[in-house]
């Protein structure tokens, strides 16, 4: 499982980094990060991350199979 994470979308309302502050960190001015860029989320935080990226208002976190 991968999450793509469009940067263009997200707003930094960081309801991503409540959720799953593993994966997904804003840092002081609202950019984004996500820890898994470009590789499968591993096992141990699959859960923690598709709870994260479902919480997204503006849908900018895709779950990908
Ligand atoms: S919840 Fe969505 S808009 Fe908010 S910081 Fe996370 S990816 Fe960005």
Same mark, same amino acid.
């Given at each position: 499982? $991968?999450?793509? =994470? %469009?940067?263009? $979308? ?7 980094? /409540? $959720?799953?502050?593993?994966? *997904?960190?804003? &840092? &002081?001015?609202?950019?984004? !990060?996500? #820890? *898994? %860029?470009?590789? &499968?989320?591993?096992? %141990?935080? =699959? &859960?923690?991350? /598709? !709870?994260? #990226?479902? =919480? ?7 779950? =990908? $199979?």
């Amino acid at each position: 499982m $991968r999450i793509e =994470v %469009d940067q263009e $979308r997200c707003e930094g309302h960081g309801l991503c980094e /409540e $959720r799953a502050p593993q994966v *997904f960190t804003l &840092d &002081d001015e609202g950019n984004l !990060s996500y #820890a *898994f %860029d470009g590789q &499968d989320v591993p096992a %141990d935080r =699959v &859960d923690e991350a /598709e !709870s994260g #990226a479902v =919480v997204c208002p503006v849908a900018a976190l895709k779950i =990908v $199979r």
